[in-house]
């Protein structure tokens, strides 16, 4: 099964709302990261967060091990900000870094 | 540092020919990623390497790909015989042994 769920896969937000972007994991990991998805393709690294929480402008982080989950806030959502992220994690045994499928972002003005 | 390079960003190649997709990892980093990105699928991964040894394949389909790392300078994945499904962006990363992932910007292939 999917290793890595993230949740919501899309969502629309009028600019100026917060989001909250979720990412659960079925097997123990290692590390995790958040990856923004650029319109043409490229992959953005936004934080690289095995545990506790990150913070970057107007992007929060927050990462469970435990509890085998992560999230990623952003306050106050800008036009720019739509696109996809993605949440990776790099399981205990096969080191290898899965992704999760993503959630699309459309900030509306 | 210019970042993971691949090359070339485009490809399109008739139903039957080969396609070699080529990846420069970052200096230094001893793990290196392969991916393909489709909408259906979302990013898949395919195999990578550490220190150049092949470590894990389970994601590549059985038939038809292959990938190298001849030296720490670059790897290539090579698809014999492409079919129109193989069309794809193909993502390669690079990364320290554990730690942050740093990814090209891909080659987008097109078979028609």
């Known amino acids: 099964g999917q290793q890595v769920q993230q949740s919501p896969a899309s969502l629309v937000l009028q600019e100026g709302e917060n989001a909250e972007l979720q990412c659960n994991f079925s097997?123990?990991?290692?590390?995790m990261q958040w990856f923004y998805q650029r319109p043409e393709g490229s992959l953005v690294s936004l934080f690289y967060?095995?545990?506790g929480t990150k913070q970057s402008g107007r992007l929060t982080s927050t990462t469970v091990i435990k509890e085998r989950r992560s999230s990623l806030h952003i306050s106050s959502s800008q036009i720019t900000d739509s696109g996809t992220y993605l949440c990776?994690?790099?399981?205990?045994?096969?080191?290898?870094?899965?992704f999760g499928k993503g959630t699309h972002l459309h900030v509306l003005p | 540092n210019a970042g993971v390079i691949q090359t070339p960003r485009h490809k399109v190649t008739g139903k039957g020919q080969e396609a070699t997709l080529w990846c420069e990892p970052i200096?230094?980093?001893?793990?290196v990623f392969w991916y393909r990105q489709t909408i259906v699928q979302g990013l898949e991964f395919l195999t990578y390497?550490?220190?150049?040894?092949?470590?894990?394949d389970s994601g590549m389909p059985k038939e038809r790909f292959s990938a190298q790392m001849p030296n720490q300078s670059h790897s290539t994945l090579k698809i014999q015989s492409t079919q129109p499904q193989d069309s794809a962006v193909y993502l390669c990363a690079s990364s320290l042994d554990k730690g942050k992932v740093f990814f090209g910007k891909g080659t987008r292939l097109t078979v028609v």
């Open positions: 990776a994690m790099e399981n205990t045994n096969a080191y290898k870094v899965i």
């Open positions: 200096s230094g980093h001893s793990a």
């Open positions: 967060n095995p545990s």
């Open positions: 390497f550490r220190n150049q040894a092949p470590i894990d």
């Open positions: 097997t123990s990991l290692n590390s």
